[in-house]
Antibody
Protein backbone atom coordinates (compact mmCIF):
# COMPACT_ATOMS: atom_id res chain seq x y z
CA UNK A 1 0.00 0.00 0.00
CA UNK A 2 1.31 3.44 -0.93
CA UNK A 3 1.58 5.51 2.22
CA UNK A 4 2.92 8.86 3.41
CA UNK A 5 3.08 9.57 7.12
CA UNK A 6 3.93 13.05 8.39
CA UNK A 7 5.25 13.87 11.84
CA UNK A 8 6.80 16.74 13.74
CA UNK A 9 3.97 19.23 13.98
CA UNK A 10 3.22 21.14 17.14
CA UNK A 11 2.90 24.50 18.84
CA UNK A 12 5.77 26.96 18.51
CA UNK A 13 6.23 30.64 19.16
CA UNK A 14 6.77 33.21 16.40
CA UNK A 15 10.39 33.30 15.31
CA UNK A 16 11.10 29.73 16.37
CA UNK A 17 11.99 26.74 14.21
CA UNK A 18 10.36 23.37 13.59
CA UNK A 19 11.20 20.35 11.46
CA UNK A 20 8.67 18.11 9.75
CA UNK A 21 9.26 14.61 8.44
CA UNK A 22 7.37 12.38 6.04
CA UNK A 23 7.98 8.65 5.98
CA UNK A 24 7.12 6.97 2.69
CA UNK A 25 6.35 3.37 1.83
CA UNK A 26 4.81 1.28 -0.91
CA UNK A 27 6.44 2.97 -3.92
CA UNK A 28 9.85 3.71 -5.42
CA UNK A 29 10.74 6.73 -3.31
CA UNK A 30 13.90 7.65 -5.20
CA UNK A 31 11.96 7.95 -8.48
CA UNK A 32 9.32 10.31 -7.14
CA UNK A 33 9.02 14.09 -7.03
CA UNK A 34 7.71 15.12 -3.61
CA UNK A 35 6.12 18.24 -2.21
CA UNK A 36 4.83 19.91 0.92
CA UNK A 37 1.35 21.41 0.63
CA UNK A 38 -0.24 23.35 3.47
CA UNK A 39 -3.75 24.36 4.41
CA UNK A 40 -4.45 27.11 6.92
CA UNK A 41 -7.48 26.47 9.16
CA UNK A 42 -10.65 26.79 7.10
CA UNK A 43 -8.69 27.94 4.05
CA UNK A 44 -7.46 26.67 0.71
CA UNK A 45 -4.35 24.80 -0.33
CA UNK A 46 -0.87 26.18 -0.95
CA UNK A 47 2.09 24.24 -2.36
CA UNK A 48 5.04 25.56 -0.38
CA UNK A 49 7.91 23.47 -1.74
CA UNK A 50 8.85 20.64 -4.09
CA UNK A 51 11.98 18.55 -4.57
CA UNK A 52 13.03 16.44 -7.52
CA UNK A 53 14.01 12.79 -7.48
CA UNK A 54 17.65 13.14 -6.43
CA UNK A 55 17.22 16.28 -4.33
CA UNK A 56 19.22 18.42 -6.73
CA UNK A 57 16.35 20.72 -7.62
CA UNK A 58 14.17 22.44 -5.06
CA UNK A 59 11.52 25.13 -5.47
CA UNK A 60 9.72 27.26 -2.93
CA UNK A 61 6.69 29.49 -2.73
CA UNK A 62 7.57 33.15 -2.28
CA UNK A 63 5.82 33.07 1.10
CA UNK A 64 8.44 30.69 2.55
CA UNK A 65 11.53 31.32 0.41
CA UNK A 66 14.59 31.87 2.57
CA UNK A 67 12.89 30.46 5.69
CA UNK A 68 11.97 26.88 4.75
CA UNK A 69 14.27 24.15 3.43
CA UNK A 70 13.06 20.94 1.81
CA UNK A 71 15.29 17.88 1.70
CA UNK A 72 15.07 14.13 1.21
CA UNK A 73 16.94 10.99 2.19
CA UNK A 74 16.47 8.38 -0.50
CA UNK A 75 18.22 5.74 1.62
CA UNK A 76 15.66 6.20 4.39
CA UNK A 77 12.62 6.99 2.21
CA UNK A 78 12.11 10.20 4.14
CA UNK A 79 11.13 13.74 3.11
CA UNK A 80 11.82 16.66 5.42
CA UNK A 81 10.86 20.31 5.79
CA UNK A 82 12.92 22.57 8.02
CA UNK A 83 10.96 25.68 8.94
CA UNK A 84 12.77 28.65 10.44
CA UNK A 85 11.61 32.10 11.53
CA UNK A 86 8.05 30.88 11.79
CA UNK A 87 5.20 33.36 11.59
CA UNK A 88 1.58 33.24 12.66
CA UNK A 89 0.58 32.95 9.01
CA UNK A 90 2.51 29.67 8.75
CA UNK A 91 -0.12 28.06 10.98
CA UNK A 92 -1.57 25.23 8.90
CA UNK A 93 -1.90 21.53 8.36
CA UNK A 94 1.16 20.46 6.37
CA UNK A 95 0.69 17.61 3.92
CA UNK A 96 3.40 15.57 2.26
CA UNK A 97 2.44 14.70 -1.31
CA UNK A 98 3.80 12.51 -4.07
CA UNK A 99 3.40 13.72 -7.63
CA UNK A 100 2.20 11.58 -10.50
CA UNK A 101 4.37 9.37 -12.70
CA UNK A 102 6.15 10.33 -15.89
CA UNK A 103 6.70 13.93 -14.93
CA UNK A 104 3.05 14.66 -14.27
CA UNK A 105 3.12 17.22 -11.47
CA UNK A 106 -0.31 16.71 -9.96
CA UNK A 107 -0.49 15.42 -6.38
CA UNK A 108 -1.29 11.74 -6.71
CA UNK A 109 -0.87 10.62 -3.09
CA UNK A 110 -1.27 12.66 0.10
CA UNK A 111 -0.33 12.00 3.69
CA UNK A 112 -2.80 12.58 6.51
CA UNK A 113 -1.14 15.87 7.49
CA UNK A 114 0.48 17.31 10.58
CA UNK A 115 -0.68 20.51 12.28
CA UNK A 116 1.73 23.36 12.87
CA UNK A 117 0.53 26.16 15.14
CA UNK A 118 2.56 29.34 15.47
CA UNK A 119 1.34 31.40 18.40
CA UNK A 120 2.63 33.19 21.44
CA UNK B 1 1.54 33.24 -10.68
CA UNK B 2 -1.46 31.57 -12.31
CA UNK B 3 -4.68 32.36 -10.46
CA UNK B 4 -7.30 29.62 -10.38
CA UNK B 5 -10.90 30.73 -9.85
CA UNK B 6 -13.62 28.27 -8.97
CA UNK B 7 -17.36 28.77 -9.16
CA UNK B 8 -19.69 28.61 -7.47
CA UNK B 9 -18.30 28.83 -3.93
CA UNK B 10 -21.14 26.65 -2.67
CA UNK B 11 -23.43 24.31 -4.57
CA UNK B 12 -26.56 22.92 -2.93
CA UNK B 13 -27.65 19.67 -4.52
CA UNK B 14 -30.12 16.93 -3.64
CA UNK B 15 -28.83 13.36 -3.49
CA UNK B 16 -29.23 11.69 -6.85
CA UNK B 17 -28.98 14.94 -8.76
CA UNK B 18 -26.00 16.06 -10.85
CA UNK B 19 -23.51 18.84 -10.18
CA UNK B 20 -21.28 20.91 -12.41
CA UNK B 21 -18.27 22.69 -10.95
CA UNK B 22 -16.22 25.25 -12.86
CA UNK B 23 -12.59 26.26 -12.71
CA UNK B 24 -10.93 29.05 -14.68
CA UNK B 25 -7.20 29.71 -15.06
CA UNK B 26 -5.82 33.23 -15.45
CA UNK B 27 -3.73 32.03 -18.40
CA UNK B 28 -3.61 28.92 -20.55
CA UNK B 29 -2.50 25.78 -18.74
CA UNK B 30 -3.14 23.34 -21.60
CA UNK B 31 -4.60 20.23 -19.95
CA UNK B 32 -2.38 20.40 -16.85
CA UNK B 33 -5.33 20.53 -14.47
CA UNK B 34 -6.24 18.28 -11.56
CA UNK B 35 -9.32 18.04 -9.35
CA UNK B 36 -9.29 16.95 -5.71
CA UNK B 37 -11.99 16.09 -3.21
CA UNK B 38 -11.62 16.90 0.46
CA UNK B 39 -13.99 15.55 3.08
CA UNK B 40 -14.07 17.15 6.55
CA UNK B 41 -11.02 16.25 8.61
CA UNK B 42 -9.37 14.38 5.75
CA UNK B 43 -6.55 15.02 3.34
CA UNK B 44 -7.37 15.94 -0.25
CA UNK B 45 -7.83 13.01 -2.62
CA UNK B 46 -6.97 13.07 -6.32
CA UNK B 47 -9.99 12.64 -8.59
CA UNK B 48 -9.00 13.85 -12.05
CA UNK B 49 -5.68 14.65 -13.73
CA UNK B 50 -4.86 15.82 -17.22
CA UNK B 51 -8.21 17.66 -17.09
CA UNK B 52 -10.17 14.52 -17.95
CA UNK B 53 -8.38 11.34 -16.77
CA UNK B 54 -9.93 9.62 -13.76
CA UNK B 55 -7.71 8.52 -10.91
CA UNK B 56 -7.48 4.81 -10.23
CA UNK B 57 -10.69 3.47 -8.75
CA UNK B 58 -12.71 6.65 -9.21
CA UNK B 59 -16.36 5.97 -10.03
CA UNK B 60 -17.48 6.80 -13.55
CA UNK B 61 -19.99 9.34 -12.23
CA UNK B 62 -17.06 11.75 -11.97
CA UNK B 63 -15.86 13.32 -15.20
CA UNK B 64 -13.64 16.22 -16.12
CA UNK B 65 -13.41 18.32 -19.25
CA UNK B 66 -11.82 21.43 -20.66
CA UNK B 67 -8.47 22.77 -21.79
CA UNK B 68 -6.69 26.09 -21.95
CA UNK B 69 -8.37 28.25 -19.33
CA UNK B 70 -11.83 26.75 -18.79
CA UNK B 71 -12.45 23.46 -16.99
CA UNK B 72 -15.40 21.57 -15.60
CA UNK B 73 -15.90 18.77 -13.10
CA UNK B 74 -19.19 16.98 -13.46
CA UNK B 75 -20.66 14.61 -10.91
CA UNK B 76 -23.69 12.73 -12.12
CA UNK B 77 -26.14 11.43 -9.52
CA UNK B 78 -24.51 12.57 -6.27
CA UNK B 79 -24.06 9.98 -3.56
CA UNK B 80 -23.85 10.79 0.17
CA UNK B 81 -20.07 10.41 0.14
CA UNK B 82 -19.72 13.03 -2.62
CA UNK B 83 -20.78 15.93 -0.40
CA UNK B 84 -17.41 17.57 0.20
CA UNK B 85 -15.15 20.41 -0.94
CA UNK B 86 -13.60 20.21 -4.41
CA UNK B 87 -10.42 21.97 -5.45
CA UNK B 88 -8.89 22.43 -8.87
CA UNK B 89 -5.12 22.80 -9.30
CA UNK B 90 -2.88 23.76 -12.19
CA UNK B 91 0.47 22.06 -12.64
CA UNK B 92 1.56 23.80 -15.81
CA UNK B 93 3.70 26.37 -14.01
CA UNK B 94 5.46 26.85 -10.68
CA UNK B 95 4.12 27.75 -8.22
CA UNK B 96 1.45 25.09 -8.41
CA UNK B 97 -1.75 26.89 -7.53
CA UNK B 98 -5.18 25.81 -6.36
CA UNK B 99 -8.62 27.27 -6.68
CA UNK B 100 -10.33 28.38 -3.50
CA UNK B 101 -12.67 25.42 -3.55
CA UNK B 102 -16.33 24.63 -4.19
CA UNK B 103 -18.34 23.17 -1.34
CA UNK B 104 -20.99 20.72 -2.51
CA UNK B 105 -23.62 20.52 0.21
CA UNK B 106 -26.83 18.64 0.67
CA UNK B 107 -29.90 20.61 -0.38
Amino acid sequence: EVQLLESGGGLVQPGESLGLSCAASGFTFSSSVLSWVRQAPGKGLECVSSINEDGGITVYADSVKGRFTISRDNSENTLSLQMNSLRAEDTAVYYCAKTGPHGQRYFQIWGQGTLVTVSS
Amino acid sequence: EIVMTQSPATLSVSPGEGATLSCRASQSISSNLAWYQQRPGQAPRLLIYGASSRATGLPARFSGSGSGTEFTLTISSLQSEDFAVYFCQQYNNWPRTFGQGTKVEIK
